[in-house]
C-alpha cells in the first residue's frame, strides 16, 4: 500500500520560511515523481511544485518561483519543499502526491496522497 506523510507545516510571519516534508513508503520511490499541492479556504487545490523521480525536471507555479525550492532525498524516501520568503497567500493546507500521469500541475494525474499540513502566514 502506498503512503505519503507530509509534515513540516506551521504558523510564521511574512517574510518567514518552512520546509515541509514528504515521506513516501509502500512504493519504488525512485521511480516515481512527486508533486507538492495547496488548498486554500474556498479555493481550488492547485499545484506548487513537482519533482521528476530522476531530478532531471521540476515545475513550480509562477508565484512561487524563486522562493520555493524542491527536492528529494531518495536514500530517505524524501521530498521537501523549501518554503522561503511566505507571503499571506501562501496560506493553505499543503499536500504531496505520487505522480501517475498527465499535466504535472493538475491533480487528477496524480494516484495517491498525503494527508496534508496546514501552512498559515499571517502579515
Known amino acids: 500500500e502506498v503512503q505519503l506523510q507530509a509534515s513540516g507545516g506551521g504558523s510564521v510571519q511574512a517574510g518567514g520560511s518552512l520546509r515541509l516534508s514528504c515521506a513516501a513508503s509502500?512504493?519504488?520511490?525512485?521511480?516515481?515523481?512527486i508533486g507538492w499541492f495547496r488548498q486554500a479556504p474556498g479555493k481550488e487545490r492547485e499545484g506548487v511544485s513537482c519533482i521528476s523521480r530522476a531530478d532531471g525536471s521540476i515545475y513550480y507555479r509562477d508565484s512561487v518561483k524563486g522562493r520555493f525550492t524542491i527536492s528529494r532525498d531518495n536514500a530517505k524516501n524524501t521530498v521537501y519543499l523549501q518554503m522561503n520568503s511566505l507571503e499571506p497567500e501562501d496560506t493553505a493546507v499543503y499536500y504531496c502526491a505520487a505522480y501517475r500521469s498527465g499535466a504535472l500541475d493538475v491533480h487528477s494525474s496524480y494516484a495517491y496522497w498525503g494527508q496534508g499540513t496546514l501552512v498559515t502566514v499571517s502579515s
Open positions: 509502500g512504493v519504488t520511490f525512485d521511480d516515481v515523481a
